[in-house]
Nanobody, 118 residues
Framework: QVQLVESGGGLVQSGGSLRLSCAASGSIFSFNTMGWYRQAPGKQRELVALITSGGYTNYASSVKGRFTISRDNAKNTVYLQMNSLKPEDTAVYYC????????????WGQGTQVTVSS
């Protein structure tokens, strides 16, 4: 059974930093794409960032320049370095692996809370 386990969330002041980690366990596959979504109360879940095994990255415009996604391919682990945090970054952050047909289904982590106070 594959599990995605996030860690690193917490409460920080505006302008502060956090580093989120997501470790995938229980899979014989090395996931091609891994990423992060977030969901704030009353809002839809939104994409934050994606990264491929080849290092291609994609960011939401709201976080570009402040957040950096990275990964350790050998460990199927993805990170999200969040700098210059703003109150509007407050959300539950979810680790995500998209489905690869015939190889693995979509996976989601349990989520980790990030709260940014003004």
């Amino acid at each position: 059974q594959v599990q995605l386990v996030e860690s690193g969330g917490g409460l920080v002041q505006s302008g502060g930093s956090l580093r989120l980690s997501c470790a995938a366990s229980g899979s014989i596959f090395s996931f091609n794409t891994m990423g992060w979504y977030r969901q704030a109360p009353g809002k839809q879940r939104e994409l934050v960032a994606l990264i491929t095994s080849g290092g291609y990255t994609n960011y939401a415009s709201s976080v570009k320049g402040r957040f950096t996604i990275s990964r350790d391919n050998a460990k199927n682990t993805v990170y999200l370095q969040m700098n210059s945090l703003k109150p509007e970054d407050t959300a539950v952050y979810y680790c995500y692996v998209p489905r690869e047909s015939g190889r693995w289904p979509e996976y989601w982590g349990q989520g980790t809370q990030v709260t940014v106070s003004s």
